[in-house]
């Protein structure tokens, strides 16, 4: 929801603008459906539909018609490849579907409803609306002036990380970053990392012995879990393996997974229970440092997210 945000700022600050979406993307083409970028009225750029010349040329055109006053919902296809009147100047093969639609100070209460609804979103030639229902995003081209393209408003995931050390600041900060929302938790009071970690949506002191009471975690939320303890992941891992969740991953040497394994068996955890969690966390790229453990930790969690 950031761009929408960034959106009404700009319109309350009385700006035109052209919000730019990648309302369809085949073969290898840069930029996926649903990236957007904005291109405002003082030449204020802000997201992104892909980079490179082509994203140049869609920046420059949107530009222009910002300066003559040119005021239109439009869709244009970009060919990543040489012969075609189309062309983007690219040569990454694949084609893409850009569309252009204008945004003024008038369009400021749309934009609100738009930042606090959980209907979906239709972009068309006839401008920006609310919808009730729709497909994940849905591109429907009936001739060249006349189309649609509508996409679910979707909420930021929720990453809970129980733990607030050292690798837990630089995780925190790339979840918020790749658009997370990262709740955090520790058990310990005055501890440096915990009180100066700003990157963070909420952060939380609590009773890991009662962590299904003191936190809602839904289905569709991430755990991490990197605590100071062993005996605390082995705790917090036995209660949190009775919930449903999308991700759970637990940071760790492989000989500490084992040994916490080998105890949750003893407690009744099957097999299958087990494999369903990442342990150690992340992806294996030989990091060391917090940072490095940092990246390996949610580039994992985006592989995952966007399987």
């Given at each position: 929801m950031k761009i929408w945000s960034k959106i009404q700022s700009l319109l309350q600050?009385?700006?035109?603008?052209?919000?730019l979406t990648?309302?369809?993307?085949?073969?290898?083409?840069?930029?996926?459906?649903?990236?957007?970028?904005?291109?405002?009225?003082?030449?204020?750029?802000?997201?992104?539909?892909?980079?490179?010349?082509?994203e140049y040329n869609m920046v420059e055109k949107a530009k222009q018609m910002l300066k003559d006053g040119i005021v239109k919902h439009f869709t244009t296809e970009q060919i990543h490849k040489g012969g075609s009147s189309a062309s983007s100047g690219m040569i990454c093969s694949g084609s893409q579907v850009i569309a252009f639609n204008y945004l003024c100070p008038n369009d400021f209460?749309?934009?609100?409803?738009?930042?606090?609804?959980?209907?979906h979103l239709k972009l068309?030639?006839?401008?920006?609306?609310?919808v009730p229902s729709s497909?994940?995003?849905?591109?429907?081209?009936?001739?060249?002036?006349?189309?649609?393209?509508?996409?679910?408003?979707?909420?930021?995931?929720?990453?809970?990380v129980?733990?607030?050390?050292?690798?837990?600041?630089?995780?925190?900060?790339?979840?918020?970053?790749?658009?997370?929302?990262?709740?955090?938790?520790?058990?310990?009071?005055?501890?440096?990392?915990?009180?100066?970690?700003?990157?963070v949506y909420s952060k939380r002191i609590i009773d890991y012995k009662k962590v299904l009471e003191e936190v809602e975690i839904k289905s569709t939320d991430y755990i991490l879990l990197m605590t100071h303890k062993f005996t605390e992941d082995r705790l917090l891992l036995s209660q949190l393996l009775t919930i449903k969740h999308?991700?759970?991953?637990?940071?760790?040497?492989?000989?500490?997974?084992?040994?916490?394994?080998?105890?949750l068996r003893e407690q009744g955890f099957s097999q299958n229970d087990l494999e369903k969690t990442y342990a150690p966390i992340g992806l294996n790229i030989n990091s060391q440092t917090p940072e490095e453990i940092a990246v390996s930790i949610v580039a994992e969690v985006i592989k995952f997210k966007n399987r």
């Amino acid at each position: 929801m950031k761009i929408w945000s960034k959106i009404q700022s700009l319109l309350q600050s009385k700006h035109k603008l052209y919000l730019l979406t990648v309302v369809q993307s085949k073969g290898s083409a840069p930029g996926r459906v649903g990236f957007k970028m904005i291109v405002n009225d003082d030449g204020q750029l802000f997201g992104s539909i892909g980079g490179g010349l082509m994203e140049y040329n869609m920046v420059e055109k949107a530009k222009q018609m910002l300066k003559d006053g040119i005021v239109k919902h439009f869709t244009t296809e970009q060919i990543h490849k040489g012969g075609s009147s189309a062309s983007s100047g690219m040569i990454c093969s694949g084609s893409q579907v850009i569309a252009f639609n204008y945004l003024c100070p008038n369009d400021f209460p749309l934009i609100n409803s738009i930042r606090q609804t959980k209907q979906h979103l239709k972009l068309a030639d006839s401008g920006i609306l609310l919808v009730p229902s729709s497909k994940k995003s849905d591109f429907k081209q009936i001739s060249p002036s006349h189309w649609s393209y509508t996409e679910s408003i979707i909420s930021k995931p929720i990453a809970h990380v129980f733990g607030a050390g050292h690798v837990s600041v630089p995780t925190s900060q790339l979840l918020t970053q790749v658009g997370f929302d990262v709740f955090l938790y520790d058990n310990r009071y005055g501890i440096n990392t915990f009180k100066n970690n700003q990157e963070v949506y909420s952060k939380r002191i609590i009773d890991y012995k009662k962590v299904l009471e003191e936190v809602e975690i839904k289905s569709t939320d991430y755990i991490l879990l990197m605590t100071h303890k062993f005996t605390e992941d082995r705790l917090l891992l036995s209660q949190l393996l009775t919930i449903k969740h999308h991700y759970l991953g637990v940071l760790g040497s492989d000989n500490k997974i084992k040994v916490m394994f080998d105890a949750l068996r003893e407690q009744g955890f099957s097999q299958n229970d087990l494999e369903k969690t990442y342990a150690p966390i992340g992806l294996n790229i030989n990091s060391q440092t917090p940072e490095e453990i940092a990246v390996s930790i949610v580039a994992e969690v985006i592989k995952f997210k966007n399987r």
